[in-house]
């Protein structure tokens, strides 16, 4: 359980096509940053008796964004390689797609009924979402990240990467190691040593990258007396090749 403003808990999954489940409640808070993430979401939240949802696309940096008051959310992060072809990840990089005609139990999605899922049964959502076709995997992106060379070439890899994830590589790295440093430098790790084992060239380097895809400096991360909300901060999990 984090508490930065909101109140939020989270798990990994053991599907493939998931990378975390989370869910969260706002407590007298008016905004947030929402720090960079490589992964798209699928995301319910209810707020004065009304229920949405909305498809959540990767943030290539960190933003500042309204959180609205007494509100509960639950949210999906997809793997690496996991999208839904019916909507193109690449066009949601840095934006999202309101899921229409939500109510507290169900919804429309790609033409036929669906229950709103929860934080306990979201695997056996995404199982039915697999089975029917709205969500597919692409293996070559798992493995790359996970330090596998796919018989494919440089070109084949790039298109696929980011017709997967809506972001190069070097992107997608970039933005995984701010978060594993986020989450070190909040561990007390000193700046020096976090620059070391993730390979920065030195501590500005470091800085300018959690500035930009944590909205944080260093000495704001490591400060225990600071309460402005944080959006979901995890270390990033390591894919095995596939």
């Known amino acids: 359980m984090i508490r930065l403003g909101l109140e939020i808990e989270s798990r990994p999954s053991e599907l493939p096509y998931i990378e975390r489940v989370w869910r969260s409640r706002s407590d007298d808070v008016g905004r947030m940053t929402s720090v960079a993430t490589s992964h798209w979401e699928l995301v319910f939240w209810e707020h004065e008796g009304r229920t949405q949802a909305a498809?959540?696309?990767?943030?290539?940096?960190?933003?500042?964004?309204?959180v609205p008051e007494d509100a509960t959310f639950f949210g999906i992060s997809f793997a690496l390689g996991t999208s839904m072809p019916h909507v193109p990840v690449d066009r949601l990089v840095g934006a999202?797609?309101?899921?229409?005609d939500v109510t507290r139990r169900s919804f429309w999605l790609k033409g036929s009924a669906w229950h709103v899922p929860d934080y306990d049964n979201a695997e056996a959502f995404v199982r039915r979402m697999v089975r029917e076709g709205i969500v597919d995997r692409d293996p070559i992106v798992p493995a790359v990240l996970g330090g596998a060379a796919p018989d494919v070439s440089a070109r084949t890899?790039?298109?696929?990467?980011?017709?997967?994830?809506?972001?190069?590589?070097?992107?997608?790295r970039q933005i995984r190691r701010a978060r594993e440093a986020a989450v070190l430098?909040?561990?007390g790790v000193p700046a020096q040593d976090v620059v070391h084992?993730?390979?920065?060239?030195?501590?500005?380097h470091l800085a300018r990258s959690l500035t930009r895809y944590i909205?944080?400096?260093a000495t704001q991360l490591g400060d225990p007396a600071r309460t402005d909300a944080l959006s979901l901060l995890y270390k990033p999990s390591s894919p095995s090749p596939a």
Do not use: H, K
């Open 55 to 66: 498809v959540l696309g990767p943030e290539p940096q960190a933003s500042r964004a309204p």
């Open 96 to 100: 999202s797609a309101e899921i229409p």
């Open 157 to 172: 890899l790039q298109r696929r990467f980011v017709a997967a994830t809506g972001l190069t590589q070097g992107a997608v």
């Open 185 to 187: 430098v909040q561990e």
């Open 197 to 204: 084992r993730l390979g920065y060239f030195d501590q500005p």
């Open 215 to 217: 909205g944080r400096t």
